[in-house]
């Protein structure tokens, strides 16, 4: 077009980058194989060294955001030709080419060696939507902020932000999958002039990786609704706390001009009357707004009387503006990929519903056609008749709109591609006409088909089309091909139903960005069942070799052949084998007679036949042979007895759920697969779950039926997608039985007795027992059990060689007339005698990996429990000496025959290893890397830091002694060193180097010349060292083999922050010399630091401070040590990774995103954890870091499958109070301890309590699509809340009644009328309804009380500070929240040591209780007994309140008049006591700190002698019989009236 001549907005731009690196064979272009361009020529990349590091540089390079794995999408087996780099970035570089690299040579690499990167991909703008809510809890307006972002696999971090603000006001996390976050703002004001935005973030390697912001949003108080988007339909208003429609009465263009501006959607066109966007619900607002037109905000018009409610307005009003005008969308019906000469079709152009007259345009290279559609229809047609070739090509449409003034016209349509053309399909370079890499011939050229999107029904259409039977299963696929041409098509889109491919959906020819390496491959059947009511039943129909089908005639037909045929299809058992054309008599030939099948062939051609094509027999179309196949079968069990229940329905096998499952549903399936009686209904998880949302519910048989479709049942969609499946194990598949001895030794003596025990399931039958030996076919005992027994015993006594030999046993029962006989079980071994050992692999015969002679073979010894004892024994048993070392860890290399026993236990008081404690032969759970060995030897050095070094001990009569130090020397040392095959003595010590020795001393003075083979034979004495102590024992350090250092890293967390510290610890052993400690990090040559440590030091220190990026690696070190000008190093540490960034983790193959196994993203690749030490703690912070509720389970054993990748963490220990997992103390995987079959695993619940005072109480809240939202409470009553409390594990339920005071959750309403009748497990297995997430229409928040969290009661009382007067009235409220069916209040009052009780009946949740005066002193507690469904509980008890006693009112004249007394009575006592007196006041502050006489008597000790007289003569003391402290008062007064003339004035006053 000419320049400015176009139809495209900016949210059209074109873009373009340009690299020189490129992502290929991925979904996208930001995930794959990585590429380099070499010239003019691309290139894969081959880096053994490739990390997450190097992929985030190419993730910055195409801008495609954080890198997420480095994991690959090609599985194909050949090799690539490639170039090999070994590259090492920081992650921060802008190509690759800046990071440290050593390009080596052109070579080829594995799939596995080549570098792929998965980068989270351009991240597109946000979708923030405004919505305006009632919280009737507060009684304010509330805002919601949505923000909605792409669907990632991984966490995400979403920011809200102000307009014009540069940090956000509140962050919000999701997790893998979410897609929105919510946010909600208080105080709602419409006339709020805040613009919000929200913007999305993921860190992996370097800084985040952040989203262009959201479009800025205002909230203004007006929508347009019901139209076919935001910019049309009826126009509504909120006020009041509700949207109400606006009534149409004096509205003219200008107000809808305003409105259209308002909302940001560019010009009104055409304010429309008679409400065709029908008239709302709720009041009408009638409105006297006036605009100019030019206003920006409908707030800026001109109003008089404000909004008002309105019920006499007849029309809404109702709104077009520009911002309506949307592209159009444009199919073809009928939609086929392709079509046929002379095929008639039509284009359909639909638009958004305006109720405007519109016209539209249909273009393709050739033509521009116009119609115009009046403004009651949407949607225009083009009729194609009798298509010729030129009609192919793309086809498009757009439309324009007249208003005022102006022509309006939208975007293009996308386009649609109309192909005129016979396709030809076939099945290439497979084993026959009907196997192959699926081609397509295609404008005169054969291309290839993409698998992206392909699956069953597609694979059914093509073997129809190409009269090739029914596709076989991708299981039996053994081969795959590649083409070489063009790539037609990909995404293929048939239902399995059309005749002929083209029939099909599919992307249009030549576009996609497939390789070949996807190409589709299919197997068809070279059989067919024709004319059944299904795909597993019908006539029998075989495929020749010249591509002709023929029948079978039904002569000798039985079940056996029809077995073939049914598993060649993968369909059940065969059932039955009719003949006499049960499904019609076909028009093909019979050529197939006398068929006689095992029933173990794949192909029905294989079983022995006669051909009738040059025979005189006769056969007809009416005995033409059929077979019926069971349409249910058992998937991932051990055998076809046992496993998921599948249903064949709709041309696909899909599940049946568990919900309602039993033992009679069971027993049909049993029945009709053909395998006996239901033993069990396991749950279909053990055997793998289903992937479908359809399946069977509900599924209800008295067990009388012959097939399961006979049955009751439902197909349906599960809300969350997964789900527990039904599984089933019938009797065709007895489990083996358990067969053991006991003592549980593995050699008897003779003469000995042993019992032999079998073990079966609990089948609650009558069943007989065989126990058999080695070959017989004759039992050598039976046993018959009864119905309640599982075991039988068999006892073997006075043991002869004859009765070495294996055993077995086996069991049978019989139901209905049928004998049921199950498999042996595993054999037990009776060995008579000594075990026969070997020590191979050693450097001479005293040492080795342990082998024993078992059944004819040699075999290993697991190191389990493997210690110096048991090693001791196989030493003497070769007549070696003694142990000096038991290793294991395949120390002398793995062995490769059968390893024979497990967990030795020796105490060393037994004669021989075969009377030690172990498991049974052949019994452990072990590796080869586990093999045991012995070092055994006449010498050995104890107590040292290695098998090199330490005190001398030498083998004397059976026991070890030691050796005096006298005259011992680097001579004497050499020949010991020798001897342990140690290489040198570098120090020879007479002083006890290492601890003394505890054994006795039996060599002294030794003399050796270097040259002896063995200590023993040096000219030595055996006498002389009764003056010889163990501080003198002989000691010696030989330079060996140095011992590895150990590493350590403090603190021992898995992952580190940028800025953190890290100290790494480096412990050699003690050799008590200088020793120089050098630390080593991966890639780098040198030293990173050198340590030198004294003789007594054994610990090197390197910190490594501020941590960068830079700092990530292994982390080794090294030790050197130095004797007479040589130097000795060790080997390298094991190492110890410093890793910088969060750790993310997942649950995997469980029924929802918040259980399954758990993975960590670790070492740049997902990961799975051993369960060693796997507990609660560890799974609460799995579940809180991915929030999801609480932790219900920490499970092991691989509950939830097995996992592919590598098993990154072997330990974990966390405290529960962790925010992440990488934040608990952990350990790397270091030895073959673990195996997937240990994969830890975690179940957090997929159903919630949220706002209450605990886990156990709260709004309910449901996972759904990975996303928590809520439960409408209409209908919801204490059954549900019972099933709900049991999953959570929170006891029962004691309340189902709406608490406002919970809230409501920030997800939307997933489920409403939920009907549980209250014995579900989970709460997934109630009957719901599955609401679209909108709201509750019919009720309110669903919301439980468990016994676990009952609700505390509160208590108050008048008057508020708890003292009362005799007389006045105490008011006690208690109260608690209104929730339960029936209350008794109960309040407890504790009074001078005695308690009491008041009960009262509550209403509306509390109770008033009223006492009086004297009577309600003491301490209360208020106390409730609720009644709920039958049962009371009681509540815990408030907090004490106490009440008191005032002290009545006084009368002030009495006051007045005892205070005289008091002063006269002081005065008395001044005079007679004045010289005291001095001395009381000369030792204290005054008189008047004294409070009363006997203060003043008391002041001092010294004084109470000259007092006592006088204070016992008017005050007798306390206790004196009939004397009271009013008594003391009174005796004063009189006292003083008795003696007033003596006082003498002038003293006291001077006094």
């Given at each position: 077009?000419?320049?400015?001549?176009?139809?495209?907005?900016?949210?059209?731009?074109?873009?373009?980058?340009?690299?020189?690196?490129?992502?290929?064979?991925?979904?996208?272009?930001?995930?794959?194989?990585?590429?380099?361009l070499?010239?003019?020529?691309?290139?894969?990349?081959?880096?053994?060294?490739?990390?997450?590091?190097?992929?985030?540089?190419?993730?910055?390079?195409?801008?495609?955001?954080?890198?997420?794995?480095?994991?690959?999408?090609?599985?194909?087996?050949?090799?690539?030709?490639?170039?090999?780099?070994?590259?090492?970035c920081?992650?921060?570089?802008?190509h690759?080419?800046?990071?440290?690299?050593?390009?080596?040579?052109?070579?080829?690499?594995?799939?596995?060696?080549?570098?792929?990167?998965?980068?989270?991909?351009?991240?597109?703008?946000?979708?923030?939507?405004?919505?305006?809510?009632?919280?009737?809890?507060?009684g304010?307006?509330?805002?919601?902020?949505?923000?909605?972002?792409?669907?990632?696999?991984?966490?995400?971090?979403?920011?809200?932000?102000?307009?014009n603000?540069?940090?956000?006001?509140?962050?919000?996390?999701l997790?893998?999958?979410?897609?929105?976050a919510l946010?909600?703002v208080?105080?709602?004001?419409?006339?709020?002039?805040?613009?919000?935005?929200?913007?999305?973030?993921?860190?992996?390697?370097?800084?985040?990786?952040?989203?262009?912001?959201?479009?800025?949003?205002?909230?203004?108080?007006?929508?347009?609704?019901?139209?076919?988007?935001?910019?049309?339909?009826?126009?509504?208003?909120?006020?009041?706390?509700?949207?109400?429609?606006?009534?149409?009465?004096s509205?003219?263009?200008?107000?809808?001009?305003?409105?259209?501006?308002?909302?940001?959607?560019?010009t009104?066109?055409?304010?429309?009357?008679?409400?065709?966007?029908?008239?709302?619900?709720?009041?009408?607002?009638?409105?006297?707004i006036?605009?100019?037109?030019?206003?920006?905000?409908?707030?800026?018009?001109?109003?008089?009387?404000?909004?008002?409610e309105?019920?006499?307005?007849?029309?809404?009003?109702?709104?077009?503006?520009?911002?309506?005008?949307?592209?159009?969308?444009?199919?073809?019906?009928?939609?086929?990929?392709?079509?046929?000469?002379?095929?008639?079709?039509?284009?359909?152009?639909?638009?958004?519903?305006?109720h405007?007259?519109?016209?539209?345009?249909?273009?393709?290279?050739?033509?521009?056609?116009?119609?115009?559609?009046?403004?009651?229809?949407?949607?225009?047609v083009?009729?194609?008749?009798?298509?010729?070739?030129?009609?192919?090509?793309?086809?498009g449409?757009?439309?324009?709109?007249?208003?005022?003034?102006?022509?309006?016209?939208?975007?293009?349509?996308?386009?649609?591609?109309?192909?005129?053309?016979?396709?030809?399909?076939?099945?290439?370079?497979?084993?026959?006409?009907?196997?192959?890499?699926?081609?397509?011939?295609?404008?005169?050229?054969?291309?290839?088909?993409?698998?992206?999107?392909?699956?069953?029904?597609?694979?059914?259409?093509?073997?129809?089309?190409?009269?090739?039977?029914?596709?076989?299963?991708?299981?039996?696929?053994?081969?795959?091909?590649?083409?070489?041409?063009?790539?037609?098509?990909?995404?293929?889109?048939?239902?399995?139903?059309?005749?002929?491919?083209?029939?099909?959906?599919?992307?249009?020819?030549?576009?996609?960005?497939?390789?070949?390496?996807?190409?589709?491959?299919?197997?068809?059947?070279?059989?067919?069942l024709?004319?059944?009511?299904?795909?597993?039943?019908?006539?029998?129909e075989?495929?020749?070799?010249?591509?002709?089908?023929?029948?079978?005639?039904?002569?000798?037909?039985?079940?056996?052949?029809?077995?073939?045929?049914?598993?060649?299809?993968?369909?059940?058992?065969?059932?039955?084998?009719?003949?006499?054309?049960?499904f019609?008599?076909?028009?093909?030939?019979?050529?197939?007679?006398?068929?006689?099948?095992?029933?173990?062939?794949?192909?029905?051609?294989?079983?022995?036949?006669?051909?009738?094509?040059?025979?005189?027999?006769?056969?007809?179309?009416?005995?033409?042979?059929?077979?019926?196949?069971?349409?249910?079968?058992?998937?991932?069990?051990?055998?076809?007895?046992?496993?998921?229940?599948?249903?064949?329905?709709?041309?696909?096998?899909?599940?049946v759920?568990?919900?309602?499952?039993?033992?009679?549903d069971?027993?049909?399936?049993?029945?009709?697969?053909?395998?006996?009686?239901?033993?069990?209904?396991?749950?279909?998880?053990?055997?793998?779950?289903?992937?479908?949302?359809?399946?069977?519910?509900?599924?209800?048989?008295?067990?009388?039926?012959?097939?399961?479709?006979?049955?009751?049942?439902?197909?349906?969609?599960?809300?969350?997608?997964?789900?527990?499946?039904?599984?089933?194990?019938?009797?065709?598949?007895?489990?083996?039985?358990?067969?053991?001895?006991?003592?549980?030794?593995?050699?008897?003596?003779?003469?000995?007795?042993?019992?032999?025990?079998?073990?079966?399931?609990?089948?609650?039958?009558?069943?007989?027992?065989?126990?058999?030996?080695?070959?017989?076919?004759?039992?050598?005992?039976?046993?018959?059990?009864?119905?309640?027994?599982?075991?039988?015993?068999?006892?073997?006594?006075?043991?002869?060689?004859?009765?070495?030999?294996?055993?077995?046993?086996?069991?049978?029962?019989?139901?209905?007339?049928?004998?049921?006989?199950?498999?042996?079980?595993n054999?037990?071994?009776?060995?008579?005698?000594?075990?026969?050992?070997?020590?191979?692999?050693?450097?001479?015969?005293?040492?080795?990996?342990?082998?024993v002679?078992?059944?004819?073979?040699?075999?290993?010894?697991?190191?389990d429990m493997?210690?110096?004892?048991?090693?001791?024994?196989?030493?003497?048993?070769?007549?070696?000496?003694?142990?000096?070392?038991?290793?294991?860890?395949?120390?002398?290399?793995?062995?490769?025959?059968?390893?024979?026993?497990?967990?030795?236990?020796?105490?060393?008081?037994?004669?021989?290893?075969?009377?030690?404690?172990?498991?049974?032969?052949?019994?452990?759970?072990?590796?080869?890397?586990?093999?045991?060995?012995?070092?055994?030897?006449?010498?050995?050095?104890?107590?040292?830091?290695?098998?090199?070094?330490?005190?001398?001990?030498?083998?004397?009569?059976?026991?070890?002694?030691?050796?005096?130090?006298?005259?011992?020397?680097?001579?004497?040392?050499?020949?010991?060193?020798?001897?342990?095959?140690?290489?040198?003595?570098?120090?020879?010590?007479?002083?006890?180097?290492?601890?003394?020795?505890?054994?006795?001393?039996?060599?002294?003075?030794?003399?050796?010349?270097?040259?002896?083979?063995?200590?023993?034979d040096?000219?030595?004495?055996?006498?002389?060292?009764?003056?010889?102590?163990?501080?003198?024992?002989?000691?010696?350090?030989?330079?060996?083999?140095?011992?590895?250092?150990?590493?350590?890293?403090?603190?021992?967390?898995?992952?580190?922050?940028?800025?953190?510290?890290?100290?790494?610890?480096?412990?050699?052993?003690?050799?008590?010399?200088?020793?120089?400690?050098?630390?080593?990090?991966?890639n780098?040559?040198?030293?990173?630091?050198?340590?030198?440590?004294?003789?007594?030091?054994?610990?090197?220190?390197?910190?490594l401070?501020?941590?960068?990026?830079?700092?990530?690696?292994?982390?080794?070190?090294?030790?050197?040590?130095?004797?007479?000008?040589?130097?000795?190093?060790?080997?390298?540490?094991?190492?110890?990774?410093?890793?910088?960034?969060?750790?993310?983790?997942?649950?995997?193959?469980?029924?929802?995103?918040?259980?399954?196994?758990?993975?960590?993203?670790?070492?740049?690749?997902?990961?799975?954890?051993?369960?060693?030490?796997?507990?609660?703690?560890?799974?609460?912070v799995?579940?809180?870091?991915?929030?999801?509720?609480?932790?219900?389970?920490?499970?092991?054993?691989?509950?939830?499958?097995?996992?592919?990748?590598?098993?990154?963490?072997?330990?974990?220990?966390?405290?529960?109070?962790?925010s992440?997992?990488?934040?608990?103390?952990?350990?790397?995987?270091?030895?073959?301890?673990?195996?997937?079959?240990?994969?830890?695993?975690?179940?957090?619940?997929?159903?919630?309590?949220?706002?209450?005072?605990?886990?156990?109480?709260?709004?309910?809240?449901?996972?759904?699509?990975?996303?928590?939202?809520?439960?409408?409470?209409?209908?919801?009553?204490?059954?549900?809340?019972?099933?709900?409390?049991?999953?959570?594990?929170?006891?029962?339920?004691?309340?189902?009644?709406?608490?406002?005071q919970?809230?409501?959750?920030?997800?939307?309403?997933?489920?409403?009328?939920?009907?549980?009748?209250?014995?579900?497990?989970?709460?997934?297995?109630?009957?719901?309804?599955?609401?679209?997430?909108?709201?509750?229409?019919?009720?309110?928040?669903?919301?439980?009380?468990?016994?676990?969290d009952?609700?505390?009661?509160?208590?108050?009382?008048?008057?508020?500070?708890?003292?009362?007067?005799?007389?006045?009235?105490?008011?006690?409220?208690?109260?608690?929240?209104?929730?339960?069916?029936?209350?008794?209040?109960?309040?407890?009052?504790?009074?001078?040591?005695?308690?009491?009780?008041?009960?009262?009946?509550?209403?509306?949740?509390?109770?008033?209780?009223?006492?009086?005066?004297?009577?309600?002193?003491?301490n209360?507690?208020?106390?409730?007994?609720?009644?709920?469904?039958?049962?009371?509980?009681?509540?815990?008890?408030?907090?004490?309140?106490?009440?008191?006693?005032?002290?009545?009112?006084?009368?002030?004249?009495?006051?007045?008049?005892?205070?005289?007394?008091?002063?006269?009575?002081?005065?008395?006592?001044?005079?007679?006591?004045?010289?005291?007196?001095?001395?009381?006041i000369?030792?204290?502050?005054?008189?008047?700190?004294?409070?009363?006489?006997?203060?003043?008597?008391?002041?001092?000790?010294?004084?109470?002698?000259?007092?006592?007289?006088?204070?016992?003569?008017?005050?007798?003391?306390?206790?004196?019989?009939?004397?009271?402290?009013?008594?003391?008062?009174?005796?004063?007064?009189?006292?003083?009236?008795?003696?007033?003339?003596?006082?003498?004035?002038?003293?006291?006053?001077?006094?």
């Amino acid at each position: 077009k000419h320049w400015i001549e176009h139809s495209c907005k900016h949210d059209q731009d074109a873009s373009v980058i340009c690299s020189d690196v490129r992502l290929m064979s991925g979904t996208s272009h930001c995930n794959g194989k990585v590429e380099v361009l070499k010239g003019n020529k691309w290139t894969s990349l081959c880096s053994p060294t490739w990390s997450l590091q190097e992929a985030q540089v190419v993730c910055n390079i195409l801008g495609c955001g954080a890198a997420l794995s480095v994991q690959s999408y090609e599985f194909a087996s050949y090799l690539y030709s490639t170039f090999t780099m070994d590259i090492s970035c920081d992650g921060t570089e802008s190509h690759l080419m800046d990071c440290q690299s050593n390009t080596t040579h052109e070579t080829y690499c594995s799939p596995q060696q080549l570098a792929h990167v998965n980068c989270l991909g351009i991240m597109p703008k946000p979708l923030l939507s405004l919505s305006p809510f009632y919280n009737a809890h507060t009684g304010e307006d509330e805002l919601e902020l949505k923000c909605t972002i792409p669907i990632f696999n991984i966490n995400i971090t979403v920011n809200f932000y102000k307009v014009n603000e540069s940090q956000p006001f509140t962050v919000k996390k999701l997790s893998k999958s979410e897609q929105s976050a919510l946010h909600q703002v208080t105080g709602l004001n419409i006339l709020d002039t805040v613009k919000y935005t929200c913007q999305y973030e993921h860190k992996s390697v370097g800084p985040a990786h952040k989203s262009p912001h959201s479009d800025a949003r205002q909230f203004v108080g007006l929508r347009l609704m019901d139209g076919s988007n935001n910019c049309v339909g009826r126009l509504e208003m909120y006020q009041n706390h509700r949207w109400s429609p606006v009534c149409d009465a004096s509205w003219t263009l200008q107000d809808s001009q305003v409105v259209c501006r308002t909302l940001g959607c560019g010009t009104a066109l055409i304010a429309l009357e008679g409400a065709p966007f029908g008239n709302g619900t709720g009041p009408m607002w009638m409105t006297d707004i006036t605009c100019k037109g030019t206003e920006s905000l409908h707030t800026e018009c001109h109003t008089s009387s404000g909004n008002k409610e309105t019920q006499s307005c007849k029309a809404v009003t109702s709104i077009v503006c520009s911002g309506g005008i949307q592209k159009p969308n444009i199919s073809l019906s009928p939609s086929y990929m392709a079509f046929k000469k002379d095929d008639n079709l039509e284009l359909r152009c639909s638009l958004p519903k305006l109720h405007m007259s519109t016209s539209v345009y249909f273009k393709s290279k050739n033509s521009l056609t116009r119609q115009t559609l009046p403004a009651s229809r949407s949607t225009a047609v083009l009729s194609l008749r009798s298509l010729k070739p030129w009609h192919e090509g793309e086809y498009g449409c757009h439309y324009e709109v007249e208003y005022p003034g102006h022509t309006l016209r939208s975007p293009n349509s996308e386009t649609v591609h109309i192909f005129v053309d016979d396709l030809k399909w076939a099945l290439r370079n497979g084993r026959s006409d009907c196997a192959g890499r699926l081609e397509v011939y295609h404008n005169g050229q054969w291309g290839t088909v993409c698998a992206r999107g392909w699956d069953l029904r597609d694979a059914h259409v093509v073997c129809r089309e190409l009269d090739c039977g029914y596709p076989v299963p991708v299981e039996a696929w053994m081969w795959i091909s590649h083409g070489n041409g063009p790539i037609w098509l990909r995404d293929m889109d048939c239902n399995g139903t059309e005749s002929h491919m083209n029939e099909c959906k599919a992307m249009p020819f030549g576009i996609n960005d497939c390789n070949h390496a996807e190409d589709v491959n299919l197997h068809c059947s070279e059989l067919r069942l024709m004319d059944g009511p299904n795909y597993c039943a019908g006539r029998v129909e075989v495929l020749t070799e010249n591509h002709t089908w023929v029948a079978v005639c039904n002569e000798n037909w039985d079940l056996k052949d029809a077995q073939v045929v049914c598993q060649h299809l993968g369909c059940g058992p065969a059932l039955e084998a009719p003949g006499s054309s049960m499904f019609g008599h076909g028009s093909i030939p019979i050529l197939m007679t006398d068929l006689n099948c095992t029933g173990s062939e794949s192909l029905l051609k294989q079983c022995p036949f006669v051909s009738l094509e040059n025979s005189t027999r006769n056969c007809s179309n009416a005995d033409s042979a059929g077979v019926i196949c069971a349409g249910v079968r058992l998937v991932k069990g051990a055998s076809k007895c046992t496993g998921r229940v599948e249903l064949f329905h709709e041309n696909q096998w899909l599940p049946v759920s568990s919900r309602g499952w039993d033992i009679w549903d069971a027993q049909v399936v049993c029945k009709e697969i053909g395998c006996g009686f239901a033993v069990s209904t396991k749950e279909g998880t053990a055997y793998g779950r289903r992937t479908s949302m359809l399946w069977l519910e509900d599924v209800n048989c008295n067990g009388t039926e012959s097939q399961l479709t006979d049955c009751k049942g439902n197909w349906n969609e599960h809300i969350d997608g997964y789900g527990e499946t039904a599984g089933v194990a019938c009797s065709g598949h007895l489990s083996k039985p358990t067969l053991i001895h006991l003592p549980a030794v593995v050699t008897f003596e003779r003469g000995a007795s042993v019992q032999l025990n079998c073990t079966l399931p609990h089948l609650y039958l009558n069943t007989s027992v065989y126990f058999y030996k080695a070959s017989r076919t004759t039992p050598v005992a039976v046993r018959t059990l009864s119905s309640s027994e599982n075991y039988a015993v068999y006892t073997m006594s006075y043991l002869d060689t004859s009765d070495a030999a294996k055993y077995t046993c086996t069991f049978e029962l019989e139901n209905v007339g049928h004998v049921f006989k199950s498999q042996e079980s595993n054999p037990i071994y009776i060995s008579i005698g000594e075990l026969q050992f070997r020590l191979v692999n050693g450097y001479n015969r005293c040492n080795g990996r342990v082998e024993v002679l078992h059944d004819g073979q040699w075999g290993t010894i697991c190191d389990d429990m493997w210690d110096i004892e048991d090693a001791n024994m196989v030493c003497k048993h070769l007549n070696c000496g003694l142990a000096i070392l038991a290793p294991g860890n395949a120390h002398f290399g793995e062995g490769s025959g059968p390893i024979w026993l497990d967990e030795i236990k020796c105490t060393g008081n037994e004669s021989h290893l075969g009377q030690c404690e172990m498991e049974p032969w052949q019994k452990h759970n072990c590796y080869h890397s586990e093999d045991a060995g012995v070092i055994c030897s006449g010498v050995a050095l104890k107590d040292g830091p290695t098998f090199c070094a330490g005190r001398v001990e030498v083998v004397h009569k059976a026991r070890w002694t030691t050796v005096c130090g006298r005259g011992w020397d680097l001579q004497d040392a050499a020949v010991v060193c020798k001897q342990m095959g140690c290489g040198f003595a570098m120090s020879a010590s007479g002083a006890s180097q290492f601890k003394h020795g505890k054994v006795p001393m039996w060599l002294s003075d030794v003399n050796c010349r270097e040259t002896e083979s063995n200590i023993t034979d040096c000219l030595a004495s055996t006498g002389n060292k009764q003056n010889c102590s163990h501080e003198e024992d002989a000691s010696v350090v030989c330079s060996g083999q140095l011992p590895r250092p150990t590493l350590s890293r403090s603190p021992t967390s898995i992952l580190f922050n940028r800025g953190d510290k890290v100290q790494l610890n480096c412990t050699i052993p003690k050799f008590d010399v200088k020793s120089v400690v050098y630390f080593l990090k991966e890639n780098i040559s040198d030293p990173i630091t050198v340590k030198t440590l004294s003789r007594e030091e054994i610990t090197a220190t390197h910190t490594l401070g501020e941590l960068k990026t830079s700092d990530n690696g292994r982390y080794s070190c090294q030790y050197e040590l130095g004797r007479q000008g040589q130097n000795f190093k060790s080997p390298e540490s094991a190492p110890v990774k410093v890793l910088l960034g969060e750790m993310l983790i997942r649950l995997v193959d469980g029924p929802h995103h918040c259980a399954g196994r758990v993975e960590v993203f670790y070492n740049n690749q997902w990961g799975t954890i051993c369960d060693d030490f796997w507990d609660m703690d560890d799974a609460v912070v799995v579940c809180k870091q991915l929030r999801c509720g609480i932790a219900m389970s920490a499970l092991n054993r691989a509950h939830f499958g097995k996992g592919a990748g590598p098993i990154s963490l072997e330990t974990i220990v966390c405290k529960g109070n962790e925010s992440l997992l990488s934040e608990c103390q952990a350990e790397e995987i270091k030895r073959n301890h673990c195996n997937h079959e240990e994969d830890a695993s975690v179940v957090c619940a997929d159903v919630k309590l949220l706002g209450g005072p605990g886990n156990c109480s709260g709004t309910v809240e449901v996972l759904h699509n990975d996303q928590w939202g809520q439960v409408c409470g209409h209908n919801w009553d204490l059954q549900n809340a019972e099933v709900v409390c049991r999953s959570l594990g929170c006891g029962y339920a004691i309340s189902a009644v709406n608490i406002a005071q919970y809230g409501h959750g920030p997800g939307p309403f997933w489920l409403e009328d939920v009907i549980c009748d209250g014995t579900e497990t989970s709460f997934s297995k109630c009957k719901t309804t599955f609401s679209t997430g909108v709201g509750c229409i019919n009720g309110t928040d669903a919301t439980v009380v468990c016994s676990a969290d009952i609700l505390h009661p509160n208590i108050s009382m008048e008057p508020e500070s708890g003292e009362v007067t005799e007389g006045q009235a105490l008011i006690i409220r208690c109260s608690v929240i209104d929730i339960y069916e029936r209350l008794t209040f109960i309040l407890h009052q504790i009074s001078n040591g005695t308690s009491s009780s008041l009960f009262a009946p509550g209403s509306n949740g509390s109770v008033v209780f009223t006492m009086t005066g004297g009577n309600s002193t003491g301490n209360y507690t208020c106390q409730y007994v609720a009644h709920v469904g039958g049962r009371s509980f009681h509540s815990p008890h408030t907090q004490t309140l106490q009440v008191t006693l005032a002290p009545p009112s006084t009368d002030y004249t009495a006051v007045l008049v005892i205070l005289a007394l008091i002063v006269v009575v002081a005065a008395v006592v001044i005079f007679l006591n004045r010289k005291n007196l001095r001395r009381c006041i000369h030792k204290d502050s005054g008189l008047e700190e004294y409070t009363n006489l006997q203060d003043m008597e008391n002041c001092d000790d010294s004084n109470k002698r000259d007092t006592t007289d006088t204070a016992e003569r008017y005050f007798p003391a306390e206790g004196k019989e009939g004397t009271t402290c009013q008594d003391h008062s009174i005796a004063a007064t009189d006292s003083m009236n008795e003696h007033s003339a003596m006082i003498d004035n002038e003293l006291l006053v001077h006094d």
